[in-house]
């Protein structure tokens, strides 16, 4: 089963919009880590936001927030007021504590395109 | 600030050679991590080290090693490479093994011909 899963391949956003990508997850671990990460086209791996199972409040960093419901085990992310150095591959991730332990477990991503 | 240093960035081998990745992680961070990410795929998790030592195994090759010296670096040591092993290496480092962020390298691209 998968562990991870982003339903949205690819998208489409105006510049200035918002955009919300989505994820779910599936654990049985009562603690994780949930994680997004930017991967433009130069490749490079960029750590954007985290939310802890614990933590009782959503996740903010600058123009990023995520969306975290944890009874419908979905952390979506939120990219507000969209620039086009926002074109980038976003794949969403999560570490469990006990099940396994130090390993990021990534979705299948979702290809994010910025129109002007 | 310091990040994740990766060399080389670029490498071609061919088939049957071997090759070394380096990773450095950020300065004072104990743990690090190697994953692999084929074309068009998601990164996959190999093997990582907390001081010095595997900690956990992931879908790594058998013509894969790995290890993590005294200065944190770690190196990914890869033999009999095949077409296949064409992908993205990355390494990650974190201040303890259960720290909650990863911070990623910017990859070696290894390309097997």
């Known amino acids: 089963a998968q562990k991870i899963t982003q339903t949205q391949p690819g998208m489409f956003v105006q510049e200035k919009e918002a955009v919300t990508l989505d994820c779910t997850y599936d654990?049985?671990?009562?603690?994780?880590?949930l994680f997004w990460y930017k991967q433009p086209s130069s490749g490079e791996m960029i750590f954007l936001i985290y939310?802890?199972?614990?933590?009782?409040q959503n996740a903010t960093e600058g123009r990023y927030s995520l969306n975290f419901q944890k009874a419908r085990k979905s952390a979506n992310l939120v990219i507000s007021a969209s620039q086009l150095g926002d074109s980038a591959m976003y794949f969403c991730?999560?570490?469990?504590?006990?099940?396994?332990?130090?390993?990021?477990?990534f979705g299948s991503g979702t290809r994010l395109s910025i129109r002007p | 600030a310091a990040g994740v240093i990766q060399s080389p960035r670029h490498l071609i081998k061919e088939k049957r050679e071997t090759a070394t990745l380096k990773c450095y992680p950020i300065?004072?961070?104990?743990?690090v991590y190697w994953y692999q990410q084929g074309p068009g795929q998601d990164p996959q998790f190999l093997i990582s080290?907390?001081?010095?030592?595997?900690?956990d195994k992931g879908s790594i090759p058998d013509r894969f090693s790995a290890q993590q010296f005294s200065d944190y670096h770690s190196e990914l040591n890869m033999s009999s490479l095949e077409l296949g092993d064409s992908a993205l290496y990355f390494c990650?480092?974190?201040?303890?093994?259960?720290?909650?962020?990863?911070?990623f390298g910017p990859g070696t691209r290894l390309l097997v011909l």
């Open positions: 990650a480092s974190s201040l303890g093994r259960y720290q909650e962020t990863q911070y």
């Open positions: 654990t049985s671990d009562p603690s994780y880590g």
């Open positions: 939310q802890g199972s614990y933590d009782q």
């Open positions: 991730a999560m570490r469990e504590e006990y099940s396994s332990a130090s390993k990021i477990i």
């Open positions: 300065p004072r961070h104990d743990t």
């Open positions: 080290f907390y001081e010095k030592m595997q900690s």
